[in-house]
């Protein structure tokens, strides 16, 4: 079966996110994030559903999610700095994330998208946040959109898991 829907979502979640990147979330106390953050987090579990179909396809969609971000993002006038900040943590965090899920092939799959996840997310969120809000930001605001950016992208990543794992449990108990 090919990875159609799961790619789909993917891609509509990254051009979904960066449009609404500078539109931000405070917390009471501390952190603020980004309403982009709360469809990126989609991202990571989607391009994870696309590993079992080979690596060619998870570097397929990252690759077309990079371009296809770009164009987008540029046709519907999201400042530049948002997309050179997306097109850079598209390329270098999933990637990262992609190798270490790949190394983890034989581990059960909770294991593989936490373990992927736990270097990806902080990896993403300071990469993309230094280049699109320094210097726009403060610096106080900038760590606090890091705390924010991380715990909504671990949580996000971590309910589409679960529900994701429950799925796979139906279908397949040894999943």
Do not use: C
Not at 1 to 12: Q, R, S, T
Not at 42 to 57: A, E, N, P, V
Not at 76 to 92: E, H, K, N, Q
């Amino acid at each position: 079966m090919i990875p159609v829907l799961p790619a789909f979502i993917y891609i509509a979640a990254v051009l979904g996110a960066n449009y609404t990147a500078t539109w931000f979330l405070h917390f009471p106390y501390f952190g603020q994030v980004s309403l982009g953050t709360f469809i990126f987090g989609l991202t990571f579990t989607q391009r994870d559903r696309l590993h079992h179909h080979g690596r060619t396809w998870v570097y397929g969609a990252i690759a077309v999610a990079a371009i296809t971000n770009v164009l987008m993002s540029a046709y519907l006038g999201v400042p530049f700095r948002i997309i050179l900040a997306s097109f850079t943590a598209i390329v270098i965090a999933e990637s990262v994330d992609t190798e270490i899920y790949q190394k983890l092939l034989q581990k059960r799959w909770m294991f593989r998208v936490a373990s992927s996840n736990a270097v990806s997310v902080p990896l993403d969120t300071v990469l993309f946040g230094l280049i699109a809000f320094l210097g726009v930001l403060s610096p106080l605001q900038l760590l606090s959109l890091f705390v924010g950016e991380i715990l909504v992208k671990y949580t996000i990543g971590l309910i589409s898991a679960v529900w994701k794992s429950r799925e796979m449990e139906r279908v397949s108990p040894s999943a």
